[in-house]
């Protein structure tokens, strides 16, 4: 029986996965190498300070403690000005939807991310009250597909692990759920989140008997 319901954030909710890319090309580019949008699939899901380690081993540079340090916070300054200009028409279809469901049934809900950003993307795009729990990259000490992330969100919760589901875009965040012992549901490309215990390619495939057959187990 479901009693508790997790979300990523990037990729789920909203595709800001564009901007990121966009940001981590411009850095790129700036340090004279080409960064694909396929590059940009091990970043999903993956901290700032990883992303931008695989960045330079793509790009096969060596940095001072100094110069990373400065790319991380330029990055996320090209990140913000995308994220500045965003509202409600960026949430990804039927999410909504599957929000109201969960609210008018007073279901807990909580985001959990990876992203330093999220409380700001969702006050932009106005899902902020949909949320009873935040759980974002300030704070978690251990990345996915480490379990920290859901677990903290099925606490603050009030809900067993076992009673939680999670939607995921990443491998790693399916990998995650899987370790904390939750259902767990890919969104998105079947073949890459096979490990998921459900699957569908984005929320317009999820519908009420679904969601009420997850919430009466
Ligand atoms: P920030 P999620 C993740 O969010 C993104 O998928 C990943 O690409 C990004 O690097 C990470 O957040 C950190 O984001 O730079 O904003 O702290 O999918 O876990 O919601
Ligand atoms: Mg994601």
């Known amino acids: 029986k479901i009693r508790g319901f997790i979300f990523d954030l990037d ?3 909203v595709d800001t996965a564009k901007y990121h890319y966009l940001a981590w090309k411009k850095l790129a580019n700036e340090l004279g190498f080409e960064f694909t ?3 940009n699939e091990r970043f999903k899901g993956v901290s700032r300070r990883r992303c931008l380690e695989i960045l330079l081993e793509i790009g096969n540079i060596t940095a001072t403690q100094a110069q990373f340090d400065r790319w991380m916070v330029g ?19 039927d999410v909504l939807k599957v929000l109201n469901f969960l609210k008018e ?6 985001l959990g ?7 700001v993307i969702l006050e932009k795009v106005g899902l902020l009250p949909y949320f009873d729990v935040l759980v974002d990259g300030n704070s978690v000490t251990k990345a996915k597909p480490d379990p920290q992330v ?23 965040g399916i990998q995650a759920a899987n370790n904390a012992g939750m259902v767990s ?10 490990e998921a215990d459900y699957n569908f390619r984005d929320f317009t495939e999820i519908d009420s008997d679904f969601l009420t057959r997850l919430i009466s187990g």
């Open 75 to 93: 990055k996320n300054e090209d990140y913000l000005a995308y994220v500045k200009n965003m509202d409600e028409s960026e949430i990804l279809p």
């Open 11 to 13: 990729g789920v909710i």
């Open 105 to 110: 049934r007073k279901i807990p809900t909580a």
């Open 37 to 39: 949008p396929e590059q």
């Open 185 to 194: 549901i890919g969104i998105g490309d079947k073949e890459l989140l096979g």
């Open 150 to 172: 859901f677990l903290i969100g099925a606490r603050q919760m009030g809900v067993d692990p076992a009673n939680c589901v999670v939607f995921e875009d990443a491998l790693a």
């Open 113 to 119: 991310s990876a992203s330093k950003n999220a409380k």
